[in-house]
T-cell receptor, first 117, second 113 residues
Framework: DTGVSQDPRHKITKRGQNVTFRCDPI?????LYWYRQTLGQGPEFLTY????????KSRLLSDRFSAERPKGSFSTLEIQRTEQGDSAMYLC???FGTGGMSSYEQYFGPGTRLTVT | SQQGEEDPQALSIQEGENATMNCSYK?????LQWYRQNSGRGLVHLIL?????REKHSGRLRVTLDTSKKSSSLLITASRAADTASYFC?????????????FGSGTQLTVLP
């Protein structure tokens, strides 16, 4: 399967614990995105990388959230000191895009569903 | 905040009928994209229309874009039960490397057999 993969698919954690999610993009894609989606809403942009550089961060991304993409390959999203409001589906997507050119379509992974109890 | 807003929020039609969903947005865009989401396959890209395009077709899908009205529509012709899903419009804004995709809250389409 050459699509975007995410791990784990489900995570249940207690409030205050730290969690880390992983995303493996389509190999030839240089852009990687993280989104958060709650029930009945569309995905909300969190952050994106072009290669290994984190170029954009949403105001939604509090100091408890951090994302990395070492060597421009897979990415991790860590949430520290989780809160119940962090419960959501966390989606990763990848695409190809260069410099000033408009992006192409994004390919989404299956998501990681986080439940904070 | 979500720039794109879909209308209607929910739509129920009979198999074989056409389904039309609308999307309105607030600021200038680079492109507008439509995605489908169902529990079986997650979010899937359907079609992308750039700001200098007015209409685009892909199979049974037809998308229009009116930048003067800041609106787009997605038409699905000859609908099938398998088209049952949530449909989202997403607008890309920004320039250079500072680009991001903003999704609407979606239209839930139910196609009855």
């Amino acid at each position: 399967d050459t699509g975007v993969s995410q791990d784990p698919r489900h995570k249940i954690t207690k409030r205050g614990q730290n969690v880390t999610f992983r995303c493996d993009p389509i190999s030839e894609h240089n852009r990687l995105y993280w989104y958060r989606q709650t029930l009945g809403q569309g995905p909300e942009f969190l952050t994106y990388f072009q290669n290994e550089a984190q170029l954009e961060k949403s105001r939604l991304l509090s100091d408890r959230f951090s994302a990395e993409r070492p060597k421009g390959s897979f990415s991790t999203l860590e949430i520290q000191r989780t809160e119940q409001g962090d419960s959501a589906m966390y989606l990763c997507a990848s695409s190809f895009g260069t410099g000033g050119m408009s992006s192409y379509e994004q390919y989404f992974g299956p998501g990681t569903r986080l439940t904070v109890t | 905040s979500q720039q794109g807003e879909e209308d209607p929020q929910a739509l129920s039609i009979q198999e074989g009928e056409n389904a039309t969903m609308n999307c309105s947005y607030k600021t200038s865009i680079n492109n507008l994209q439509w995605y489908r989401q169902n529990s079986g396959r997650g979010l899937v890209h359907l079609i992308l229309i750039r700001s200098n395009e007015r209409e685009k077709h892909s199979g049974r899908l037809r998308v229009t874009l009116d930048t003067s009205k800041k609106s787009s529509s997605l038409l699905i012709t000859a609908s099938r039960a398998a088209d049952t899903a949530s449909y989202f419009c997403a607008t890309e804004v920004g320039s250079g490397s500072a680009r991001q995709l903003t999704f609407g809250s979606g239209t839930q389409l139910t196609v009855l057999p």
